[in-house]
């Protein structure tokens, strides 16, 4: 089992920054990748950003590119996903996944971009 604990939400004015983290625990020597979701009310749950923890290879969805950045911090099973430039669009709740032999979701965290 994995447990995953989520935190930096919040609201932010259009054009803002918000960074959100994801620490692991448990079972985590098997964690192959780390990442973050999003979803609205009624839409497909969709990636945001992952990267592999050996190696650092990242996964960008095409409409955060040149915006958000997810990155590892050394040594420990967290990953930080830095937002900038956040849009409206971008409101959503924010899932961690983690992939350890099963998949491993976080509880989400509320991000609103409202003027």
């Known amino acids: 089992q994995v447990q995953l604990v989520e935190s930096g939400g919040g609201l932010v004015q259009p054009g803002g920054s918000l960074r959100l983290s994801c620490a692991a625990s448990g079972n985590v020597f098997s964690i192959y990748t780390m990442g973050w979701y999003r979803q609205s009310p009624g839409k497909q749950r969709e990636l945001v950003a992952s990267i592999v923890l050996t190696g650092g290879a990242t996964n960008y969805a095409d409409s955060v590119k040149d915006r958000f950045t997810i990155t590892r911090e050394k040594g420990k099973n967290t990953v930080h996903l830095q937002m900038n430039s956040l849009r409206p669009e971008d409101t959503d709740v924010y899932y961690c996944?983690?992939?350890?032999?099963?998949?491993?979701w976080g509880r989400g965290t509320q991000v609103t971009v409202s003027s």
């Open positions: 996944r983690v992939v350890s032999g099963g998949t491993y």
